[in-house]
Structures are given as structure tokens and as C-alpha cells.
């Protein structure tokens, strides 16, 4: 009998402790082709646009390019942070409710996007409408490298055949977009318009990482 009440918690410990992947998976799909999309409801045509002559549209464009460059920017990196996603959970053979929470608060930052984003869209000139979209931008990567580094801490959840090398070369990418994030909410108290630029520049850093790494090994 005692043996049998071993072997019970046993099992229930051994299912806290490792959760399928699919779900969260799932989740995170949803999750992101829902807001990739909301993203888009950020682009307004000003009322009465019928009325509107070819000055009017001119000049309604040139306002406009803000609101374009951030729906664009954050369309972009949410596409990397999917993929990244992806990658990241091609290399674990599991997950466990740590991991599962982690997860949950980055998918949580992640659905604010919409909103930042077109608070910072609308009035680019104020350091106060950037700054929360670059604590948006924080939270998510540095919620995302949060998890990787506990899935990857002591081979936590990592498959047996995940190197060391690659392990350092994903944890120095996650690095990227957080520490990026902090430079441009420094630049938001001095050119707020502007302070989205250093962004685009996240691509180049991380195939320098990969030039790097790929010259070492």
C-alpha cells in the first residue's frame, strides 16, 4: 500500500515537473497572429475622407509616416521574436510551470504591443508617448531571455544534443533587443520622433553574432 502512494506522487510530481510543449506552443501562435493583426487597426483614415482633395491627402501622409515606420518596426519584431520563439523551443525536450509562467508574462507584454505602439505612432514628438513603447520592447525581450536562460541553466530543459556554443550564441542574441530597448528610452528624452531608429539595427548585431560564431567554430 505505502508502495502504491509512492508511486501516485511520484506521478503527480513527475507531471508538474514536465509539461508537453504543444500547448504553450499553441498559445503562442494564437496569440501572436492575433496582435500581428490588431497592429494594423493603428492606421487611421481621418474622418470625412471623401471631402479630401489632393492637398489634404498629401499633407495627411506626411503625418502619417510616424504611425507607418512604428507599425512596420513592431510588425517586424514581433515576426523575430516568433521565429526566435520557435527556435528556441525546437531545442527543448520539455517545459515545467517555471518555465510555463515565464512564458505566460512574455505573451502578456507581447499583447500590449498594440497599444504602445500606437500611442508612440500617434504623437511621436513627446518623450512620454516612446517611453512606454520602449519599456513594451524591454519587457518582452528581457521576459524572453529570462526564460531561455532558465530553460538553458544547468540543461534544464534543453535536449541532449543542444551545444555549449550553441547555447552562448542564442543567450547573447536574446541579449540584443533589451539592452537596445534601454538606449532608446535614453534617446526618447532628447529626439523622441527618432528613437525607434536603433531597432532597425538589431538585424545587423545579430548576424554579426552569427559571423562571429560561425568564424569560431
Known amino acids: 500500500m505505502p508502495t502504491e502512494k509512492n508511486s501516485d506522487v511520484n506521478q503527480v510530481e513527475k507531471h508538474h515537473r514536465w509539461l508537453t510543449l504543444n500547448r504553450i506552443a499553441a498559445l503562442t501562435d494564437g496569440i501572436f497572429a492575433i496582435v500581428m493583426t490588431l497592429l494594423v ?26 504611425v507607418l ?7 517586424l519584431i514581433l515576426a523575430k521574436f516568433w521565429t526566435a520563439h520557435h527556435s528556441q523551443f525546437s531545442h527543448l525536450k520539455a517545459t515545467n510551470p517555471t518555465h510555463l509562467w515565464l512564458n505566460i508574462l512574455f505573451l502578456m507584454f507581447t499583447a500590449l504591443l498594440p497599444f504602445t505602439s500606437d500611442l508612440a505612432g500617434e504623437l511621436p514628438i513627446y518623450w512620454l508617448s516612446q517611453i512606454p513603447f520602449h519599456i513594451n520592447m524591454f519587457l518582452i525581450s528581457i521576459t524572453f531571455l529570462m526564460s531561455w536562460l532558465y530553460t538553458s541553466k544547468e540543461r534544464r530543459l534543453l535536449k541532449d544534443d543542444v551545444s555549449e556554443s550553441l547555447v552562448r550564441y542564442t543567450t547573447l542574441k536574446a541579449w540584443v533587443t533589451p539592452i537596445v530597448a ?29 559571423f562571429r560564431f560561425k568564424n569560431r567554430s
Open 182 to 210: 534601454i538606449f532608446c528610452m535614453g534617446m526618447a528624452f532628447i529626439i523622441p520622433a527618432y528613437s525607434s531608429i536603433p531597432y532597425l539595427f538589431i538585424p545587423i548585431i545579430h548576424k554579426f553574432i552569427r
Open 69 to 75: 515606420f512604428i507599425y512596420m518596426l513592431s510588425f
Open 41 to 66: 487597426l493603428t492606421l487611421d483614415l481621418p474622418e470625412k475622407v471623401e471631402l479630401m482633395n489632393h492637398a489634404d491627402i498629401r499633407e495627411f501622409l506626411n503625418s502619417q509616416w510616424h
